[in-house]
């Protein structure tokens, strides 16, 4: 059975420090990956995809890399903001299939 | 567009009372899914569905049921409520596996059964 794991749970930084988040799956068979975010009481954003074929993505001050062989992700924050407060959710889903399993988050606060 | 909406926010239940959770989406994606999202935890697929009259069953099916009879809604039923129901709900939906691309969740529902 699949699991993931996102390590650390909670996080929390004063504002401009780069950081790492971090996502492990038990199987590494892994299609594609997302990391979403999501705000107190509201829905899930997605942020980044990275499909099959891809090893990381880009977005902004977001950069998210995946290594299929040990079955881990990244996602990395460049010159965090206090509106970069939030729950990050990484997600997989396996071959051919838009079933998702969630990792349990990381809850980020970044102070001013 | 509207993308996903839910409906209601928030509802409390007592215990053995049945209510249907709403879903919507305006983007005529073929997939559809509900989640289910304890405290301090991710997110479990309780249902989705492929596409208007085909659902299925997710990894926490127990206690819920669903129905497809189009393409922009999906209903959760609750028929009989138990504690352990108690959660915050969140329909999605996706195009299709394989393109890449990504779901779109909604606002979410949160529920106490007392």
């Known amino acids: 059975k699949q699991e993931v794991t996102q390590i650390p749970a909670a996080l929390s930084v004063p504002e401009g420090e780069n950081l790492v988040l971090n996502c492990s799956f038990t199987d590494s068979a892994i299609y594609n990956l997302q990391w979403f975010r999501q705000d107190p009481g509201k829905g899930l954003t997605s942020l980044l995809l990275?499909?099959?074929?891809?090893r990381e993505q880009t977005s902004g001050r977001l950069n998210a890399s995946l290594d299929k062989s040990s079955g881990r992700s990244t996602l990395y924050i460049a010159a965090s903001q206090p509106g970069d407060s939030a729950t990050y959710l990484c997600?997989?889903?396996?071959?051919?299939?838009?079933?998702?399993?969630f990792g349990t988050g990381t809850r980020l606060q970044v102070f001013p | 567009n509207a993308g996903v909406t839910q409906t209601p926010k928030f509802r409390i239940l007592k215990i053995g009372q049945s209510m249907t959770l709403q879903c919507a989406q305006d983007?005529?994606?073929?997939?559809m899914y509900w989640y289910r999202q304890d405290p301090g935890m991710g997110l479990k697929l309780i249902y989705y569905?492929?596409?208007?009259?085909?659902?299925d069953k997710g990894e926490v099916p127990n206690g819920y049921n669903v129905s497809r009879s189009t393409t922009e809604d999906f209903p959760l039923r609750l028929e009989l409520a138990a504690p352990s129901q108690t959660s915050v709900y969140f329909c999605?939906?996706?195009?299709?596996?394989?393109?890449?691309?990504?779901?779109?969740f909604g606002p979410g529902t949160r529920l106490l059964v007392l």
């Open positions: 569905s492929v596409g208007a009259g085909i659902t």
């Open positions: 990275i499909q099959s074929s891809q």
């Open positions: 983007m005529n994606h073929n997939y």
């Open positions: 999605a939906s996706s195009y299709s596996p394989g393109t890449g691309e990504t779901q779109y």
């Open positions: 997600a997989g889903s396996l071959f051919n299939t838009d079933k998702l399993i």
